[in-house]
């Protein structure tokens, strides 16, 4: 079964320190993997997308990574911002006639003064 | 949120009776999603159109009911049908299915009672 699972489930930092966000997949084929930021009540944002032959995609302080061959990516977070805190979500798309898109829990992250 | 609105932004209603989210994009892109978010859990596809007059089921279509008469408008209906429709209900919108970014509408939160 198409998996993607993320980790943590929540995180705690300090504003203006780094963190990073794990996220592991099952899906197959692969056609994509997208990070999204969900800010509470909100639609979600993307924050960067990447394909089969891509491991590595910045965004401001935002930088994801991609291993395709362990399926597992991570998003960076530098400098952390108050504006930070938010449910950050891995959605990876499997390759059918139309991509189906899977969606992870999320992590929810809160950054703290 | 990317050109695409939904309301209203809250929505109670009595069990048993039936309720029309609406969901409304000015991209001009072909493709239309509704998913449902509860917490704890990642998004999960209601129903997606690809063209107009088209739709498909999703992961979780019982209960549901779409219409995609207009390019630029995917109503969703949840029918008293619905065991548990108390949730928050998210349209998307990409250009050509899922290889493309889906923007996010900003969410609509049904409370049944």
């Known amino acids: 079964k198409n998996q993607v699972e993320q980790s943590p489930q929540s995180l705690i930092i300090l504003e203006g320190k780094n963190c990073t966000l794990q996220c592991n997949y099952t899906v197959s084929p692969f056609s994509n993997l997208r990070w999204y930021k969900q800010d509470t009540g909100r639609g979600p944002v993307s924050l960067t997308i990447?394909?089969?032959?891509?491991n590595t995609k910045s965004n401001g302080r935002y930088t994801a990574t991609l291993d395709a061959d362990t399926k597992q990516s991570s998003l960076h977070i530098t400098a952390s911002q108050l504006s930070d805190s938010a449910s950050y979500i891995c959605v990876v798309s499997e390759r059918t006639s139309y991509d189906k898109v899977i969606f992870g829990p999320g992590t929810s992250l809160s950054v703290i003064p | 949120d990317g050109g695409i609105t939904q309301s209203p932004k809250y929505l109670f209603r009595k069990e048993g009776q039936n309720v029309t989210l609406s969901c409304e994009q000015n991209l001009n892109h072909d493709a239309m999603y509704w998913y449902r978010q509860d917490p704890g859990q990642g998004l999960r596809l209601i129903y997606y159109?690809?063209?107009?007059?088209?739709?498909q089921k999703g992961d979780i279509a019982e209960g549901y009911s779409v219409s995609r008469e207009k390019k630029e408008s995917f109503p969703l209906t949840v029918t008293s049908a619905q065991k548990n429709p108390t949730a928050f209900y998210l349209c998307?919108?990409?250009?050509?299915?899922?290889?493309?970014?889906?923007?996010f509408g900003p969410g609509t939160r049904l409370t049944v009672t």
């Open positions: 990447m394909t089969f032959s891509e």
């Open positions: 159109s690809q063209i107009v007059n088209d739709f």
């Open positions: 998307a919108s990409s250009m050509d299915g899922s290889i493309y970014e889906q923007y």
